[in-house]
């Protein structure tokens, strides 16, 4: 798991084709390597990576056909800047919200305004995943934690603070970039939890919710 708060950013070095599949290598000057294991999480650009080889400030992830179908990856080229984010702990400040790393699909900026001393983006997120962004909830973007400004439609609206702007790779982002999206993980299960079982005509009901105590006639 992760905050979606930004630790470091980093440089995709190479990219090794593998059997269908992909193993990438990116190094950072900015990454705290220190607690860094084989076998961790590194959100990278999103993307939850597991680190399978380690050498100086440099690491190896491997990517699956499933991750390279649903996420920006297949078009990233060496040099790219990558967001970068180890795996919280138990004692991790969450100052962003809960970040899985598992990517739901790729939107598209649609334009781009300085606001201030702001940055102000409109995104358009694939019409499976409009729903589960809401005004004022948390969304993901290439990793970073933020927070929906405005909704119409599949179009979403960003304010990146100064500070963001200058600790991730969202500064570079111009209209018609593509980006990694992952929808607050609540709003997931809410609607797996409203769904009916089976030989249910309806999942959660006002009963449900007088027998739990959530609500009273």
């Known amino acids: ?7 470091a950013t980093g440089r995709l070095q190479s990219l090794e084709p593998r059997q269908g599949d992909l193993r990438l290598w990116v190094s950072s000057e900015e ?3 220190a607690d860094v294991r084989l076998g961790d999480s590194i959100a990278t650009n999103g993307v939850c990576l597991t680190v399978v080889e380690l050498s100086g400030r440099t690491y190896a992830a491997d990517v ?14 060496p040099g790219r800047l990558l967001n970068l984010e180890k795996a919280l702990l138990p004692t991790t400040r969450l ?36 729903r589960y962004i809401a005004h004022k909830g948390s969304i993901t973007v290439d990793g ?15 304010n990146i603070v100064p500070h963001s702007a200058s600790h991730t790779n ?19 299960y809410l609607e797996r ?4 079982a089976a030989g249910e005509q309806s999942g959660l009901t006002l009963a449900k919710l007088a027998e739990h105590g959530f609500w009273r006639a």
């Open 144 to 158: 970073v934690s933020l927070t929906v400004n405005a909704v119409a439609g599949q179009v979403f609206s960003l």
């Open 170 to 188: 969202l500064l570079a982002l111009q209209p018609g970039a593509k980006v990694n999206l992952e929808v607050d993980l609540l709003a997931r």
């Open 64 to 77: 699956s056909r499933e991750t390279l179908s649903h996420t920006t990856l297949a078009s990233w080229q």
């Open 193 to 196: 939890l409203i769904q009916p």
């Open 1 to 7: 798991m992760f905050t979606g708060i930004i630790e």
């Open 31 to 33: 990454l705290d390597f």
């Open 95 to 130: 100052g962003g919200h809960l970040v899985s790393g598992h990517v739901d699909g790729v939107g598209t900026i649609k334009s781009r305004r300085t606001e201030g001393r702001s940055l102000q983006f409109e995104v358009e997120a694939p019409a499976n995943l409009s």
